[in-house]
């Protein structure tokens, strides 16, 4: 079997090389993962895609699955839960 090619950027980190041969680069057309993406996006701004990727379970949790209809419905008690979540990066 042909070994795969591959960039160089994931390293020899396996959560960076299932993003890179799964994820990246891959076009996406469901709206909770199209979702997902802009939070992560969002929160990886100054900071290393690594950094996201490796909270991105703290993050699914703390934004209920993606769910977009129940996170438009979020309150103070909400905002202040996602402010002390130690899942995810306040910033």
């Known amino acids: 079997m042909a070994k795969k090619i591959r960039c160089t950027w994931p390293g ?3 959560r960076m090389i299932a993003y890179h041969d799964e994820v990246w680069g891959v076009p996406e057309h469901d709206d909770r ?3 997902a993406k802009l ?3 969002g929160a990886q701004a100054g900071l290393s895609w690594r950094t996201i990727l490796h909270r991105t379970e703290g993050y699914r949790k703390a934004f209920d699955d993606w769910n977009v209809e129940k996170i ?3 309150g103070p008690k909400d905002v202040e839960r996602l402010l002390n979540d130690p899942g995810i990066i306040r910033n």
Request: without cysteine; proline residues 8%.
């Open 12 to 14: 020899d980190d396996p």
């Open 33 to 35: 993962k199209l979702f």
């Open 39 to 41: 939070v992560l996006d």
């Open 72 to 74: 438009a419905r979020y």
